[in-house]
């Protein structure tokens, strides 16, 4: 039979034909209803699902079972007819997993993709056979936001409201990105940083159903087979992790999952990339964590951590996988590896794909963006303040370096006199030339001359920082003696505890303003509320990664860009600080507040577009003449559409 692509809210699905009963199973065909083209009315072609007619002839009468009568079963099942045999097969026997060929009624209710609940019209629910499958009220997509928005509100627990949101997003995706839109500032620490955080260490206690594809060690081999599952084609953006190091709570393995489905969450509401074109990925190598090796619930591999040859090797196929699968210009989003795989696979895969490592990457591009922004309240330029950086992983660095590489163009200088100004104190204390013998690669660029400092208080006193920046994941560290001497030499001094989730930063807002006299420009990796003193309120810029991959991301794709160059994320920094206003400024505020993110995401697409441009890094010809226009007509809408 020959299927006529109708427009409507459904997708044929291409599936291999079953395998033909055996002969203890009692089967029965039901005929295909003929199809006029000039009066489909309405459009769901196979209301039932049948078998090919071909199965038929192709299968002897079945001996007599002792199980009831297929008629009987009618009566008893209220006229659910047996087609495959399912009900009468025995517990052992094989059977196939049909499904329909188009969605309608109920399978229509259960796909996320166009389920609209109760805002389908009367006309919509004669249409595709809803009627009966809902209850008679017709509900706008508006009201259905009031009554999540006021079901969520009566939880207390962040993680009851993280499920009910993941719920939302698997049974009504187009009213889950709604909710999520219009109150991003609400929502955005339920779905993200920090409850993510939590729901990653819960994952095998919460799990419902799957999202994204999960990649073990088992898979080895065949990983190019496993991509062919994934029913979207046209994929985008895949963010991927392996779990090692999530947020700072160490090593979760396969849990780590939350994150790939929390940042495209974002991807799609603040950076409009479609839903269907985004990826996420676990990569499931073993976990190193005991308690979770001897969790019941544990959804992972239960062995040790894969090192060396039979990691990178495994990395290697899956990157290969990848662009076999989806081509040059898919874009791999790197995301909570650790530090001693991080760099090494972005070094590997940045110069034959299409990488982007977030915690390197990203999180350096949205501080140097508030660092940017900052100087309208410091003054001078970033070559003039001096830095200080408690934590030399891989945000700690990839923050150093790309400071380093915007005061180099400023100032016209080497990069090498620029990482100068930039010290590093690890857990070994201040990072110097005697110890360059014993460092990581990473961090070596930043040992420079200087005499050893056993902790961050002697590093403070000796060098006189404006600038404390931490990226420890220890909590407590910025203590009142290092904040009140920062404060003896800085008229302000900024501080940024970048740490996450909320129990693992350096400081708190309260402590910062607090123990600086209110002084203090501050900055950190999740939110805290604002801060009252001495009849002032201090409203806290949220360093959020969020502020810059979903435009970066979309820049990308708009572009066609096939490298992500450094200076693309320069760019994205410059177009980030701009966005603070006086009016933010003002307040204390070094980020634009979450409410405009789309509006800023499309900005910072449109300068990450236009240097891929300048670099000769674009596909898509020619480069339209309103890149800001262009990013927001790219931009994925929630509005329900109506179907006929």
């Known amino acids: 039979m020959a299927f006529v692509q109708v427009s409507s809210p459904f997708r044929i699905l291409a599936c291999a034909a079953p395998s033909l009963p055996t002969a203890s199973q009692h089967v029965r065909t039901q005929s295909v209803p003929s199809l006029s083209l000039g009066t489909l009315q309405p459009p769901c072609i196979m209301p039932h699902v049948c078998p090919p007619a071909s199965?038929?002839?192709h299968v002897k009468e079945p001996k007599k079972l002792e199980t009831p009568d297929v008629n009987e079963d009618l009566a008893v099942s209220g006229g659910v007819r047996d087609v495959f045999g399912e009900d009468a097969a025995t517990e052992d026997q094989l059977i196939t997993p049909w499904s329909r060929n188009v969605a309608c009624g109920m399978e229509l209710l259960r796909d996320p993709h166009y389920n609209k609940g109760l805002a389908f019209s009367e006309k919509e629910r004669e249409y595709h056979y809803l009627t009966g499958l809902l209850p008679p009220t017709i509900l706008t997509q508006q009201m259905q936001e009031k009554r999540i928005l006021h079901n969520l509100r009566t939880y207390q627990d962040p993680l009851q409201k993280y499920v009910a949101m993941m719920d939302l997003q698997e049974r009504n995706e187009r009213l889950f990105y709604k909710v999520l839109i219009d109150n991003v500032e609400e929502l955005l620490p339920i779905v993200y940083t920090p409850t993510v955080g939590e729901a990653c260490q819960k994952y095998g206690s919460i799990f419902r159903r799957p999202r994204g594809l999960y990649i073990s060690l088992k898979e080895r081999g065949k990983i190019l087979e496993v991509f062919k599952n994934w029913p979207e084609k046209l994929v985008q953006v895949i963010v991927v992790t392996d779990g090692e190091r999530i947020l700072g709570l160490g090593d979760l393995g396969c849990q780590g999952m939350g994150i790939p489905v929390g940042k495209?969450?974002?991807?799609?509401?603040?950076?409009?990339?479609?839903?269907?074109?985004?990826?996420?990925?676990?990569?499931?190598?073993?976990?190193?964590?005991?308690?979770?090796?001897?969790?019941?619930?544990?959804?992972?591999?239960?062995?040790?951590?894969?090192?060396?040859?039979?990691?990178?090797?495994?990395?290697?196929?899956?990157?290969?996988?990848?662009?076999?699968?989806?081509?040059?210009?898919?874009?791999?989003?790197?995301?909570?590896?650790?530090?001693?795989?991080?760099?090494?696979?972005?070094?590997?895969?940045?110069?034959?794909?299409?990488?982007?490592?977030?915690?390197?990457?990203?999180?350096?591009?949205?501080?140097?963006?508030?660092?940017?922004?900052?100087?309208?309240l410091t003054g001078g330029t970033l070559a003039e303040h001096t830095f200080l950086f408690l934590g030399a992983g891989e945000a700690g660095t990839g923050i150093a370096e790309l400071i380093a590489s915007e005061i180099a163009l400023q100032g016209n200088v080497s990069l090498q006199e620029a990482r100068k100004r930039i010290w590093m104190v690890d857990s070994k204390g201040l990072i110097v030339k005697s110890r360059l013998d014993s460092l990581q690669r990473h961090k070596k660029n930043f040992a420079h001359e200087h005499e050893e400092c056993r902790d961050l208080i002697s590093a403070v006193k000796a060098l006189k920082p404006s600038v404390l920046i931490g990226c420890s994941g220890q909590r407590s560290t910025f203590t009142k003696e290092v904040l009140e001497t920062l404060a003896s030499f800085n008229m302000k001094p900024v501080v940024m505890a970048l740490s996450n989730p909320t129990s693992h930063a350096e400081c708190t807002a309260e402590e910062a303003y607090r123990w600086t006299q209110g002084r203090a420009i501050f900055g950190s990796g999740s939110p805290f509320d604002p801060v009252r003193l001495n009849e002032k309120v201090h409203v806290t810029g949220q360093a959020n990664n969020a502020y810059i991959f979903p435009g970066t991301g979309l820049g990308i794709i708009m572009s066609g860009a096939i490298r992500v160059h450094e200076d693309m994320l320069l760019a994205a920094a410059r177009v980030l600080a701009d966005q603070v206003s006086k009016e933010n400024m003002d307040n204390g505020l070094i980020y634009p507040p979450f409410q405009n993110i789309r509006k800023i995401s499309a900005n910072i697409a449109a300068g990450v577009a236009a240097k891929a441009y300048e670099l000769g890094l674009a596909t898509k010809l020619p480069q339209p003449s309103n890149l800001v226009a262009c990013a927001e007509s790219c931009m994925y809408s929630p509005q329900y559409r109506k179907y006929r």
Do not use: W
């Open 55 to 57: 199965v038929e002839n």
């Open 264 to 376: 495209l969450a974002l991807y799609t509401a603040l950076g409009g990339v479609r839903p269907s074109a985004c990826l996420p990925i676990t990569i499931d190598v073993g976990t190193n964590n005991e308690t979770l090796l001897n969790d019941p619930f544990y959804i992972g591999l239960r062995r040790r951590r894969a090192i060396g040859e039979e990691y990178t090797s495994f990395i290697d196929e899956f990157m290969h996988a990848v662009k076999k699968s989806y081509g040059e210009k898919v874009l791999i989003q790197f995301e909570d590896f650790a530090n001693h795989n991080a760099f090494e696979l972005l070094e590997k895969y940045q110069k034959t794909h299409l990488v982007f490592n977030d915690d390197i990457q990203g999180t350096a591009v949205v501080v140097l963006g508030g660092l940017l922004a900052s100087l309208k």
